[in-house]
């Protein structure tokens, strides 16, 4: 799983899995989620997340995590 934010366009994207979506659903106004041809979620798009976020915190709880990766 992978969080990328856009400040310029202030959308946070939350790849759940690897693989293309082919159908997004909006199912609030400025959250999308992506589906794969399966109909399984691949991403969740949320603009404006700046506004409805607090992106100075990212905390996991209870993820079997065996090596956390940082990007830059």
């Known amino acids: ?6 400040q310029e366009t202030d959308s946070l994207y939350i790849d759940l899995k690897e693989g ?4 997004p659903r909006e199912i609030h106004e400025g959250i999308v989620i992506d589906l ?3 109909d399984h979620p691949v991403g969740i798009d949320i ?3 700046g506004e409805i976020l607090d992106l100075g915190t990212l905390e996991a709880e209870g993820l079997p995590l065996t090596t956390l990766k940082v990007a830059g």
């Open 36 to 38: 794969d041809k399966n």
């Open 47 to 49: 603009q404006h997340a």
């Open 20 to 23: 293309p979506g082919v159908d």
């Open 1 to 6: 799983m992978r969080l990328r934010y856009d």
